[in-house]
């Protein structure tokens, strides 16, 4: 995911690209363009587990390479595992496992259908709990799928050569769901 600024590394006026001006990423020798992911945001995504270099390049216009050398490092990858497939909001309690574990913080989320959005983010560590009492459920006797997502993020920043500032960010992203019972 990218963001380029406008107006000097402090200002929060980001880049909406138009035109012949686009994004591409490299990794493994392949090349994919990157894609509005939101109003001030481009993503894409590499089939692929492997930890490693990702090189972006900004171009403007069809010829003008003046930002090609931003380099990020995709994460580990890692396995998530769910201890159970049902959760009961009352009395019960949900083991999480991921391996291998990793040196920092990790990216939580929980959505589901009939439960309040969780986002938080957790220790990297290989083990997480979710008890039944964190999900506020928007009607007491719902049951719905819930899918938690863990992301590993490395960020960096953009290319010298784009004076203006920004901010990559490389995931690692896995999801498993459950089901969500009163």
Avoid at 71 to 85: H, I, K, Q, R
Avoid at 102 to 121: K, Q, R
């Amino acid at each position: 995911q990218v963001k380029l600024k406008v107006g000097g590394p402090a200002a929060n006026t980001y880049l909406d690209l138009t035109g012949p001006d686009h994004l591409t990423a490299t990794m493994d020798g392949v090349t994919r363009p990157l894609d509005s992911s939101g109003s001030v945001s481009y993503a894409t995504t590499f089939q692929t587990n492997a930890p490693g270099p990702v090189v972006i390049s900004f171009m403007r216009g069809a010829a003008d390479t003046s930002a090609p050398n931003t380099t990020v490092n995709m994460p580990e990858p890692f396995s998530l595992t769910l201890g159970a497939t049902e959760l009961s909001r009352a009395a019960g309690a949900l083991a999480v496992t991921w391996t291998p574990a990793g040196p920092a913080n990790i990216e939580s989320s929980l959505v589901g259908g009939c439960v309040d959005v969780i986002a938080e983010t957790i220790p990297d560590d290989g083990t997480a709990s979710i008890s039944g009492d964190q999900l506020h459920a928007h009607n007491a006797t719902d049951a719905c799928t819930v899918t938690l997502t863990l992301a590993r993020v490395q960020s960096c920043q953009v290319d010298p050569a784009f004076t203006e500032g920004g901010d990559v960010n490389a995931r690692q992203v896995r999801s498993a769901s459950f089901t969500s019972t009163p």
